[in-house]
């Protein structure tokens, strides 16, 4: 019904940047909430930034100051700029949307496959 798909991940150096870029497409009415989490190897699936629509943003602490999420709602896509990335950061990055598909009709959460990020030391 709702199919989000995520592009931009990578290798990066320490210090370096990448944008991560999610296009969501399907049956949708609106998007109440999208954000990214990510999976790094071992550990659980965790927030790093969501953005409501017409609300605003909240980051985990490990990376405010250094990403920046953005969306836009015209073409369904939200964006994380990720600077001064730290081998910390490296894990997998999923797209997450909150999907309302018709006006009358529940909210649903959708997840992307994933990109993966590898930060260098």
């Known amino acids: 019904q709702v199919r989000l798909v995520e592009s931009g991940g990578g290798l990066v150096q320490a210090g370096g940047s990448l944008r991560l870029s999610c296009a969501a497409s399907g049956s949708i009415f609106s998007i109440n909430n999208m954000g990214w989490y990510r999976q790094a190897p071992g550990k659980q699936r965790e927030l790093v930034a969501t953005l409501p629509n017409g609300g605003t943003t909240n980051y985990a602490d490990s990376v405010k100051g250094r990403f920046t999420i953005s969306r836009d709602n015209a073409k369904n896509t939200v964006s994380l700029q990720m600077n001064g990335l730290e081998p910390e950061d490296t894990a997998v990055y999923y797209c997450?949307?909150?999907?309302?598909?018709?006006?009358?009709?529940?909210?649903?959460?959708?997840w992307g496959e994933g990109t993966l990020v590898t930060v260098s030391s």
């Open positions: 997450n949307a909150a999907v309302q598909s018709s006006p009358w009709g529940r909210t649903s959460y959708y």
